[in-house]
């Protein structure tokens, strides 16, 4: 079996953020789609080992920044191979806050999404969240980032991702 068949699923790439206790986390995702019309619904599937995934689960609240495809790798490195945990990601970025009160990232976004989380289901290593839609706007009309560009730049696979292949 070829698993990078899976790399061919139309995946974007994204960076999910979140606040609990006055404090802000984020994180890089690719499995973020719309699941309904009616109301706006998204989905977005974050490992349970993330700080992120704790911070969406805590507060009911995410956001989504859609990346460009210019996007430099440096950039998806700090946010997706560091946790949290250890460091504070979003000294030097650019952001604001939205409607809800989380962070939404603003450097090499497209377009952002904010959400409120209407529910979650546990898929064994990740949780998948539902989120009504609040908010949504274009930053910059420029190309996404999908994720098979981002393994065509030679760009690593964090373990907790959602598709990590072993």
Known sequence: MNLKALYKISYGLYVVSSAKDGKFNCQIANSICQVSSSPILV???LNKQNLTN????SSGLLSVSILAKDTPLDFIRKLGFKSGKDT???D???????????????DNAVAYIEAKVVSSFDVNTHT??????????IVEDREVMTYEY???????TPKTATTHLE
């Open 43 to 45: 989905a977005a599937c």
């Open 88 to 90: 504070e990601k979003f």
């Open 128 to 137: 998948i969240f539902v989120g009504e839609v609040v908010d949504a706007e």
């Open 92 to 106: 030097e970025l650019n952001y604001k806050i939205g409607k809800t009160g989380v962070p939404i990232v603003l």
């Open 150 to 156: 981002y393994q065509s730049l030679k760009g690593k």
């Open 54 to 57: 704790e911070f969406v689960k």
